[in-house]
């Protein structure tokens, strides 16, 4: 079982940044490879960036490819999402998630979720 906690929402103007931050609960947090999905109003749960169980490997939506940077502390237990250059429909809550497959496979734990609000 894990738990996973997000932080660092909020309400930010276009072309700021923001630094999303995901604990981890238990022990066994470096064997998962973690994802960072969103979901806008209305819309469906979208993928957002995936992290490999080392940190060495990494993956990116095209929509926040070049803008959007995830990274990992295996000895925090925590997944981060730094967002730079955010734009208004990057508003949307994020949730992070657990994985023992690929980008696109299948997600066995998330976080509650946390609001990012971009104001234009």
């Known amino acids: 079982q894990v738990q996973l906690v997000e932080s660092g929402g909020g309400l930010v103007q276009a072309g700021g940044s923001l630094r999303l931050s995901c604990g981890a609960s238990?022990?066994?947090?470096?064997?998962?490879?973690m994802g960072w999905f969103r979901q806008a109003p209305g819309k469906e749960r979208e993928f957002v960036a995936y992290i490999s169980r080392s940190g060495l490997t990494t993956y990116y939506a095209d929509s926040v490819k070049g803008r959007f940077t995830i990274s990992r502390d295996n000895a925090k237990n925590t997944v981060y999402l730094q967002m730079n250059s955010l734009k208004p429909e990057d508003t949307a809550v994020y949730y992070c998630?657990?994985?023992?497959?690929?980008?696109?496979?299948?997600?066995?734990?998330w976080g509650q979720g946390t609001q990012v609000t971009v104001s234009s």
């Open positions: 998630g657990t994985t023992r497959g690929p980008p696109a496979g299948q997600y066995d734990y």
């Open positions: 238990g022990r066994t947090f470096g064997s998962y490879a």
